[in-house]
Structure formats: structure tokens, C-alpha cells
């Protein structure tokens, strides 16, 4: 049977090409805002974070009517997959909406979504939004979401998607760019014809598949998923099927079941096939975990939450307690907070240590433990966090594996050589490189996850800020090998006043180091260029304010090797006679040195 009063539809956007403000508009449009309700709040960025970084991470519901049809709208994460976000979340819809600026067509970080969402064979319809924007060029962007989509390997009936031209702002969409602009009524006529109605067994035995986790103090966890099968109600004898482990099965009652409409969830007594339903009342719900009928539980497969890839440790550091004087970030604090995070994030793993000030937090990659780290910073814990490392494993014949990431870079193309010098540096191999209409050039990489560590900065200076760096995990394979003069790091110093600061710098912290304020130059190149061996000059020069440095990369590295304070004499003792090259009152050079 199909439920034809439903569709659920996926939006898939690049941040800041209008997805909070199409929604927001199909909102005001379907009637869901009464007349004199403003839009107060936008419905989709809550994330601070994600907005900068330009990716969206949490997956948000909506549900708008149009004539008799609820159209459940859910929120993609714009790029990066922490442990199959994206596939979970995209098995809950029939199909997608790719919103692309008008001007700057379609972005890489778009691409991971939208790959995955033709190979789970949905339908797409394509918005080209932002075409009252002067400088719009429609018709280009759409040969470009062709090329796109073909590169993707869409198929035939992928590829004869239908496409609109929207601005969402003044709240139109048009089928032709001719067309005389009314409302959205053409996209949602689209939505209505071109994605199909959830289908299933209304009469079947329940199954509802928990696809994403909320979290709430007051209720605790909150499933939220698709009714696969059949109906659900509250009272209902039920099921809880763990993913983990097909042994584990409780006897459940949900307390409270919900539908989504508008922006709000909307208490129900039962729910059928198609229905996006959040169920509260169920302390050990998981992601992936089938709910369903008492007397014939049957599991939906669901795809393996995916293994972390990357350990990081978070350490109290006597920090005072946010808005609270005299109190103190505790190991409780923090071990509560982190542990906390796993009630929603399924791919991320949270160990005790043998100190009880320190967690060993792992997850998918260095983003998303960097944007962790920036959610507890708001919130107002200090912490002092170690270096990432990578999780190595073996195989059967003993072998030592390494995860590897694709990583995609779109940078002009005055700084494509010095990327592909130094992510070949990093072990990193060229797999694919283009050139885009606007004379940017897109590399794609196949790189060792610990290459990617610390390069996100480096990359961004080195193209001036104008660089795209995406990465996705792609799979371990057997040990790349060391980097060249990398793995045991390089001696630095630099002077302040009388004192010699002397400090082991880890290996992935290159280049210059800057210095404020007027951000003076106070140390010299750590590692030869081209990855060469050549001799360290540690250029030494007088400056009053090494406590202020402000540099990211000095910051770190002071961080993480708390620099032996030496006088330039004990400096000069410090280092093996015969790798010193040359001293003078300001400045020293040695050779090479590696420390293990
Ligand atoms: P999101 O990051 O995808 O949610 O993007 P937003 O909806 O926040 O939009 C980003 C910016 O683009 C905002 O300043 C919007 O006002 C603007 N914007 C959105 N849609 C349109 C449009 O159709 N035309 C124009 N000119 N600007 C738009």
C-alpha cells in the first residue's frame, strides 16, 4: 500500500545556498505560520559550529502541508559522515531536494550526500535557488548539476530529474526561468509528483526502524525514526531489537509517540506506514535498533555504525567553572559532559584512563573531534586537549593497518602545486584532478588519516584562504610507511629577553612561526622543504611577549610540549656539540635534529 497523504524528502544544500530559507518559506506558505506569527526563529541552523565550518552536522525535522499531503522535510548533514549519518538518515525518505545557488553552483561538500543518495536509488529534484540574484547564471548551474550528477553515476531516470528555479527569499519557484513568478506552489506540486509515497504494510506487524537519537533532560532519549511496517501506537505490546547484539531484546512501552508538524512535535496516539515518529519513554534506545511488534519481532538490517578513527585526550586543566567563581572544571565535569555526548553521537567512544583527569575521547577523523571540543568550549568547559592520533589495527596475517581518507581540495589554480607537494609529503596520492568552469582546480587524494592531522591550518594559509578541503573515510588499508623526517619531531627554540624557550615541536607543526603582537617572525623553518633534509636555522630574534604568542600553530605546539625554559647558554649545552652550527648573540643554528 502507499500513503499517498505522505512524502518524506531530504534537502541537500551547501551552507548559505538557501536551505533555512526555503524551509522557512515553505513553512509561511503551507499555512503553518497563522498570519500573525512571525518566523522567529530559523528553523534549521541551530549549530553555531556548523555554520562556520560550513558543514551541518545535526538532522533536523519539519513537516509542512500542502493540499492534503504532509511532506516530512528532513535535514541532511551538509559533508562530513560521522559514522553513517548520512546513509541513516537518508534511508528515511523517498527522496531529495538539491538546492544549489544560482551563482555558485554546486559545491563539493555537496557531493558525499548526494552520491549517497543515488546510490540508494532516490529521486531527485533539483532547485536552482537565488535566481533574483544579479549575477545568477541558472542556466550554467544546471549543466553543472548534470555533469555533476553524471560523474556521480546517476541513472537514466536520476538524470531526467526535474529542475526548478526558486529564490527562496522572495518565495517563488518557477519551472521555467520564463515562467511568471507566483509562490512555491511548482515546488511543492513537484515534491507531490516526482517523489513517491512511502509504501508498506499497513496491516503488518509493526517495525519501526530508530534512525537518529534525540536527547532531552527531562524525557531522556528520544528515538526518531520511520514506520516501516505496519502501526504504532502508545500501550502497544512491543519490542526493543538492540542493532549490536541480535540477542539482546527487551519488552517495551513507549510513553509518548509523536509526529512532526511544523516546527513542533505533535503528540499521537498511533502512527502507520511512512510516518517519521519520534518515541520517548525507552531508556536504551540506540540508533538502529528495530521497535516492533511483541509477538513477531523482526529486525530491519541496518548498516554498522562505523569504528573511530582517531583518539584524542581531554585533560582537566583547573580551569574555573564557567559564571561560577571559585569553582572548577572536575574530572566529574568533564567525564559527565563527554559521556553525556554519546547518548547522540553513536560513532564517537569515550574511555577513562589510568589518570581520572584524563579521557581518551575517539571518532571519525579530526573534524569531528574538533567540533566537539568547540561545542564544549561555548558551553564553557576548558579542557587542554592532546594531539589527535590515529587507531591503528591488524589484520589476520598481523599486518599493521591504517585508516585512509579521500580528500577532495578545490583550490585556484596558482596553489594547486604547493598542495599536491604537500599532501604528497603526507603519503597522500593524486587520483583525480580537474579543472572547473571558473578556472579553480578540483584534486582528489587518496591519504593516510594521520597525514590529515594538523592540515587544515596549513592548508588554509598556504591557499590564502580561498581552499575547500573535504575529507570522508574511506576504509584501512596496510601502513603507508613513515613521512619523510616526520614521526619523531623536530627541536626548536626561540628567545624571550634573557630566556631561551626550547621546546619539542610535534611533527606535524611546520613552517614559520609568528609571534604578537605585530606578529613578528621569532623561529625559523623547522623542516627542509620538498621534505629534504637541510639544516634547521633557528633564526632566534629578540622578542618580549613569548607568553603572548597568538599564533595557532605556536599555541598548539606550546600546548602540547610545554617548552623547557633555558638560558641561551643552557641551550647551547642542550645541544650536541656537533650538531651546532653556529651561535651569534641572537641567533643559533644547528643541524637537523630528531628526537625520539
Ligand atoms: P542555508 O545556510 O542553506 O540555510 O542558507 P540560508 O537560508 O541561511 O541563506 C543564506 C543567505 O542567502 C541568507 O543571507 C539568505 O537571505 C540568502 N538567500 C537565501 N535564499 C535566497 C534567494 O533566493 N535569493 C537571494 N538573493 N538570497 C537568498
Redesign the pocket.
Known amino acids: 500500500t502507499k500513503r499517498e497523504d505522505v512524502r518524506n524528502v531530504a534537502i541537500i ?10 524551509v522557512d518559506e515553505l513553512l509561511k506558505q503551507s499555512g503553518v505560520f497563522r498570519e500573525n506569527q512571525e518566523v522567529q526563529e ?1 528553523v ?2 541551530s549549530n553555531d559550529i556548523e ?1 562556520e565550518r560550513g558543514i551541518t552536522i545535526l538532522s533536523k525535522n519539519t513537516a509542512v502541508h500542502y493540499k492534503d499531503v504532509k511532506i516530512n522535510i528532513i535535514d541532511t548533514p551538509g559533508h562530513a559522515d560521522f559514522g553513517g549519518e548520512v546513509e541513516r538518515v537518508l534511508k528515511m525518505v523517498d527522496g531529495v531536494i538539491l ?1 544549489v545557488d544560482a551563482f555558485e553552483g554546486a559545491m563539493p561538500q555537496t557531493k558525499f550526500v548526494l552520491r549517497k543518495a543515488l546510490e540508494l536509488n532516490l529521486h531527485v529534484i533539483v532547485c536552482i ?5 544579479p549575477e545568477a547564471r541558472p542556466e550554467e548551474v544546471v549543466d553543472e548539476v548534470l555533469e555533476l550528477l553524471m560523474d556521480l553515476d546517476a541513472s537514466d531516470e536520476q538524470l531526467d530529474c526535474p529542475f526548478l528555479y ?5 518565495g517563488y519557484a518557477v519551472r521555467n526561468l520564463d515562467d511568471k513568478p507566483e509562490n512555491m506552489a511548482p515546488l511543492f506540486e513537484t515534491i507531490l509528483d516526482a517523489i513517491p509515497a512511502p509504501e508498506g504494510d499497513p496491516d503488518g506487524d509493526t517495525q519501526v526502524l530508530i534512525s537518529t537519537i534525540d536527547y532531552n533532560e527531562y524525557v531522556g532519549r528520544i528515538g526518531i525514526g520511520k514506520v516501516e511496517r505496519g502501526t504504532i501506537s502508545v500501550n502497544q505490546d512491543l519490542m526493543l531489537l538492540n542493532h549490536h547484539d541480535p540477542d539482546k531484546r527487551e519488552r517495551v512501552k513507549i510513553s509518548k509517540l509523536y509526529e512532526f508538524d511544523g516546527l513542533s512535535k505533535v503528540e499521537v496516539k498511533s502512527a502507520t506506514i511512512g510516518a517519521i515518529v519520534a518515541i520517548s519513554g525507552i531508556a536504551d534506545i540506540h540508533i538502529g535498533d528495530t521497535l516492533c511488534a511483541g509477538d513477531n519481532p523482526e529486525a530491519i538490517p541496518f548498516q554498522k555504525i562505523s569504528e573511530p578513527t582517531l583518539s584524542m585526550n581531554f585533560l582537566v586543566n583547573d580551569s574555573p567553572l564557567a559564571g561560577q567563581e571559585g569553582k572548577y572544571i572536575t574530572s566529574r565535569h568533564l567525564r559527565d559532559r563527554l559521556y553525556r555526548e554519546l547518548n547522540t553521537d553513536v560513532s564517537l567512544r569515550v574511555e577513562d584512563t589510568d589518570t581520572t583527569e584524563c579521557f581518551k575521547v575517539s571518532g571519525r577523523g579530526e573534524l569531528h573531534l574538533s567540533v566537539l571540543i568547540e561545542n564544549m568550549r561555548r558551553e564553557g568547559y576548558e579542557f587542554a586537549v592532546s594531539k589527535p592520533e590515529v587507531l591503528y589495527h591488524t589484520d589476520d596475517r598481523g599486518r599493521k593497518l591504517e585508516p585512509i581518507e579521500i580528500a577532495y581540495v578545490d583550490v585556484p589554480e596558482e596553489f594547486s602545486g604547493t598542495i599536491i607537494q604537500k599532501l604528497s609529503e603526507r603519503k597522500g596520492e593524486l587520483q583525480g584532478m580537474s579543472t572547473a568552469s571558473d578556472g579553480s582546480v578540483r584534486l582528489e587524494f587518496s591519504i593516510p588519516s594521520r597525514g590529515l592531522i594538523g592540515f587544515r591550518n596549513e592548508f588554509l594559509t598556504s591557499t590564502k584562504g580561498t581552499g575547500i578541503l573535504n575529507t570522508m573515510f574511506d576504509g584501512y588499508a596496510p601502513y603507508k610507511g613513515d613521512f619523510p623526517y616526520r614521526k619523531q619531531g623536530s627541536l626548536i627554540a626561540f628567545e624571550s629577553g634573557e630566556t631561551v624557550t626550547y621546546g619539542l615541536f610535534s611533527a606535524q607543526e611546520r613552517g614559520t612561526l609568528f609571534v604578537g603582537p605585530g606578529e613578528k617572525v621569532y623561529g625559523g623553518m623547522v623542516i627542509g622543504q620538498n621534505g629534504k633534509a637541510e639544516d634547521i636555522e633557528l633564526n632566534v630574534c629578540k622578542t618580549k611577549h613569548l607568553t603572548n604568542t597568538r599564533s595557532s600553530s605556536a599555541d598548539d605546539a606550546l600546548k602540547l610540549v610545554p617548552p623547557k625554559i633555558l638560558s641561551l647558554e643552557q641551550a647551547i649545552e642542550f645541544i650536541d656539540q656537533d650538531e651546532l652550527l653556529e651561535v651569534t648573540p641572537t641567533s643559533l643554528r644547528i643541524r637537523k635534529r630528531i628526537l625520539d
Do not use: E, F, Y
Not at 544544500?13 to 526555503?22: I, P, R, S
Not at 526558486?166 to 522572495?170: H, I, M, V, Y
Open positions: 544544500a551547501h551552507v548559505d545556498h538557501g536551505k533555512t530559507t526555503l530559523r534549521m541552523d555554520r538546492l535557488n537565488k535566481i533574483d540574484r526558486a529564490s527562496a527569499k522572495a
